[in-house]
């Protein structure tokens, strides 16, 4: 499911998702191209569990629940952003330096469902 909002007219400016996914994960995606503050920000519950990440911060918690405690244990993240890891190992790819870091069959499955949020949230 997913809602949007054109704020400048002439295309979709905010996004907002809620995506299940197999084996019981649901993600909640928001993106917004008219913020005024950068932020990259992904969040996915799991049964007894709640993962919060913050990419441009560098910051996520695991968060598990069930014994009524809610404590948030920081979870360590691998170094440099992941942004220009994925732009790096494209470019590496189409210079013919490396494999492609995700299958085609893949990419075209994320992009499908790209389309589809943005889809449902034109639609609203």
């Known amino acids: 499911a997913?809602?949007?909002v054109s704020v400048r007219g002439g295309g979709l400016?905010?996004?907002?998702a809620w995506i299940e996914l197999e084996g019981g994960f649901t993600a909640t995606l928001t993106?917004?191209?008219v913020s005024r503050v950068?932020?990259?920000?992904?969040?996915?519950v799991?049964?007894?569990e709640y993962f919060s990440l913050d990419l441009n911060g560098r910051r996520a918690e695991r968060v598990p629940w069930g014994e009524g405690d809610l404590d948030a244990q920081p979870v360590e993240l691998p170094p440099g952003d992941s942004i220009t890891a994925l732009h790096d190992a494209f470019?590496?790819?189409v210079r013919g330096l490396a494999p492609f870091p995700v299958p085609a069959a893949e990419g075209a499955r994320a992009v499908a469902l790209a389309e589809r949020v943005a889809a449902?949230?034109?639609r609203g």
């Open 31 to 33: 993106a917004s191209r």
């Open 2 to 4: 997913s809602v949007g």
């Open 91 to 93: 470019l590496a790819a």
């Open 13 to 16: 400016d905010i996004a907002e």
């Open 46 to 48: 799991n049964d007894g």
């Open 120 to 122: 449902a949230a034109r």
């Open 38 to 44: 950068a932020a990259r920000r992904l969040r996915v």
